[in-house]
Every structure is written in structure tokens, then in C-alpha cells.
Antibody, heavy 120, light 107 residues
Framework: DVHLLESGGGLVQPGGSLRLSCAAS????????MSWVRQAPGKGLEWVSS????????FYADSVKGRFTFSRDNSKNTLYLQLNSLRAEDTAIYYC?????????????WGQGTLVTVSS | EIVLTQSPATLSLSPGERATLSCRAS??????LAWYQQKLGQAPRLLIY???KRATGIPARFSGSGAGTDFTLTISSLEPEDFAFYYC?????????FGGGTKVEIK
């Protein structure tokens, strides 16, 4: 089975930074585009960012553009999401998701998520 | 940005009943629509993609239909494990967007 494991979440003050990681296993990681989706407490799903398989192209939601940076290390089967200038509204569970092959930009496998709380 | 509007917000049904969930797009998304199921405390799970194709391992009681701007997820006969939140998602254009969700609860 595809396995995705997020880490790096925690409590951070407004204006602070955090780096999330997502370790992938049991599939050919380097051939898949990947994404991050977040969910604020009690709210719906919000797409955050997507990155192509080779890392050439990155797409961001307007709400995080210029503050978040999505990268990957295909030699380590790992994704990274650098979160800077954090705001209270960034508080959410952050899920990494595998993009269905194509890429289709549907998400066919998800991690269990890591919680980011932005509060003073 | 393409806005997806899901209705109803809550659907109260009994096991064995048919569930019909709606997702309407603010502009045409052709057939580039997916549906996800999310249970409390769990990650979402892909059910349907490209409007009507079932993802791997998804039971046949889940079906999708529609085109253009109006889409439907149908659960033909609700099982106890189907009571959950459901979200639609479009990939027609950036940014990728999700609908606000429908909660299917036990009546």
C-alpha cells in the first residue's frame, strides 16, 4: 500500500516559520506529482500547493503564495513544505497527497496529516 | 477561481436508503470532477474521478454522473460505514478547488 507520513507540525507564533515533511514509501515516488491540502478545524478541504514529479513546476493557492515553498527530494522520497510568515488563518491539519498518475491532479492517496497551530 | 457549491449541507437518511449529493460549478469544468469521502479524524479518500470513474477498491454502490456545471454523487443503498462527509473537487483550472462538503448523517 502507498504510505505517506507527515511530520513537523506544532504550535508557532504569528509571523513564525515551520517546515513540514512528508515521507513517501511503497510507490515510485519520483514519477508522481504531489500536493498539500489543508483543513482548518471544523472546516472543509483547501488545496495549498502542487509540485510536478521532477520538481520543475510548482503551483500555489493565492492564500499562501509568497509565504509557502513546496519542494521535494526524490533521492529521499520526501516532500517539504516551508511555511513562513504564518498567520492565525493558517491553522489547520496539513495533508500531503499523491496526485493520480497523468498527472490528473486528483489525489488518490493521503497521509494522516500534521497539525499546525498558529497562536500567540 | 472556480467555485464549487455542494448541496445539501446535511443529508439525514437511514441505512439502506439512497443518497443523492449535488455539486455545482461556477463555470464549466467539463468532466474534471472528483468526489472524496472523509470520516471524522481520518484523511479523505478518493471515491470517484473524472465525474464517473470509481477509484480502486470503491464499492459499486457509489456512482457519479453529470457534466459541465452540474454533478451528482449517488450512493445506491447506504451502509453504516457510509455516514461521513463528502467533498467534490475540480481540476479543470488552477487553483484546484473543493466544494464546502455534504454531511451524510444517520436519521
Amino acid at each position: 500500500d502507498v504510505h505517506l507520513l507527515e511530520s513537523g507540525g506544532g504550535l508557532v507564533q504569528p509571523g513564525g516559520s515551520l517546515r513540514l515533511s512528508c515521507a513517501a514509501s511503497n510507490f515510485n515516488f519520483r514519477t508522481y506529482a504531489m500536493s498539500w491540502v489543508r483543513q482548518a478545524p471544523g472546516k472543509g478541504l483547501e488545496w495549498v500547493s502542487s509540485l510536478t514529479a521532477g520538481g520543475e513546476n510548482t503551483f500555489y493557492a493565492d492564500s499562501v503564495k509568497g509565504r509557502f515553498t513546496f519542494s521535494r527530494d526524490n533521492s529521499k522520497n520526501t516532500l517539504y513544505l516551508q511555511l513562513n510568515s504564518l498567520r492565525a488563518e493558517d491553522t489547520a491539519i496539513y495533508y500531503c497527497g499523491r496526485v493520480m498518475f497523468g498527472p490528473t491532479y486528483y489525489f488518490d492517496s493521503w497521509g494522516q496529516g500534521t497539525l499546525v497551530t498558529v497562536s500567540s | 477561481e472556480i467555485v464549487l457549491t455542494q448541496s445539501p449541507a446535511t443529508l439525514s437518511l437511514s441505512p439502506g436508503e439512497r443518497a443523492t449529493l449535488s455539486c455545482r460549478a461556477s463555470q464549466t469544468i467539463y468532466n474534471y470532477l472528483a468526489w472524496y469521502q472523509q470520516k471524522l479524524g481520518q484523511a479523505p479518500r478518493l471515491l470517484i474521478y473524472d465525474t464517473s470513474k470509481r477509484a480502486t477498491g470503491i464499492p459499486a454502490r457509489f456512482s457519479g454522473s453529470g457534466a459541465g456545471t452540474d454533478f451528482t454523487l449517488t450512493i445506491s443503498s447506504l451502509e453504516p460505514e457510509d455516514f461521513a462527509f463528502y467533498y467534490c473537487q475540480q481540476r479543470r483550472d488552477w487553483p484546484i478547488t473543493f466544494g464546502g462538503g455534504t454531511k451524510v448523517e444517520i436519521k
